[in-house]
């Protein structure tokens, strides 16, 4: 199903079998409020017809075996083939699993989108729950301990719509992954002006170079005014010759 999560007036919250709508404001998280959030991190995505821009942040919390929140530097941006790449945002442990699923993808020699989106969910829904079995046998279930994911790249076989992003993301109240397609851009946690800015960029077909620039400017502005986001910033770009970082 692909979600039109890019649009700034209205906010799409998914849960089991229903949608609920809610009005955005500035700053709200996908889980809900950003100060209520325990992510510290930053996802930003977008597709133009020229291929897709992709930048993260480094910062992310974990918690220690006394229950105390920790501060760590992880690698958000991963490149899976030559065609693809996945961002983790939220709990520390989300490099791991895009680790774990890279590894998963050059064994089975997988290259497009497609098939390493039907290949990704199913795999990364089992490294969650081995996460989750392992944590949860000495802690409780945490909003520290959700995971997002946001897999983008090109399509050899969807010729009007060659670049797909997808939201990858545990669900409000379950140890559970779901999947659905991203209509031009998404940020994690929610930056609504941000989206509609990068969705203005991509209905006027601007240079994929541009988008990347908006891209960078809204991890550079996050950083100046958000603590629970820090460098170093990871920026890379998706086209039709494949994945680069910038």
């Known amino acids: 199903m692909d ?5 700034p007036d209205i906010e799409l919250t998914l849960y089991v079998g229903r949608v609920k709508t809610v009005c955005p404001k500035e700053g709200i ?26 930048g993260a942040d480094s910062k992310a919390v974990d918690v220690d075996a006394n229950g105390n929140l920790i501060e760590l530097k992880v690698e958000r ?26 590894g998963f993808i050059s064994e089975e020699n997988l290259n497009f989108v497609d098939e390493i989106h039907q290949a990704s969910l ?3 829904a089992t490294e969650y729950d081995r996460f989750m079995r392992k944590h949860c046998e000495v ?11 946001l897999l ?29 397609e991203i209509g031009a851009a998404f940020c994690v946690p929610r930056i609504i002006r ?14 994929l170079d541009e988008v ?9 502005k996050q950083v100046d005014i958000n603590e629970d986001v820090s460098e170093p910033l990871h920026l890379a770009a998706i086209d039709t010759k494949g994945f680069r970082r910038i």
């Open 3 to 7: 979600l039109p999560l890019s649009y």
């Open 29 to 54: 998280g996908l889980y809900g409020n950003r100060e209520k959030e325990e992510d510290m991190s930053q996802l930003i995505a977008c597709k133009s017809p020229e291929g897709i821009a992709l």
């Open 77 to 102: 941006l991963h490149q899976l083939s030559q065609y693809t790449a996945i961002m983790n945002g939220g709990a520390a442990a989300g490099e791991a699993m895009c680790q774990a699923l890279k």
């Open 122 to 124: 199913p795999f990364m």
């Open 139 to 149: 802690q409780p279930i945490d909003p520290v301990h959700q995971v997002t994911f």
């Open 152 to 180: 983008a790249g090109y399509s050899r076989r969807d010729k009007d719509n060659p670049f797909k992003l997808y939201l990858l993301w545990t669900k409000r109240k379950l140890p559970l992954l779901d999947s659905d």
């Open 194 to 207: 941000l989206e509609h800015e990068l969705h203005r960029l991509t209905h006027r077909n601007a240079a």
């Open 212 to 220: 990347m620039s908006e891209v960078r400017r809204g991890l550079e």
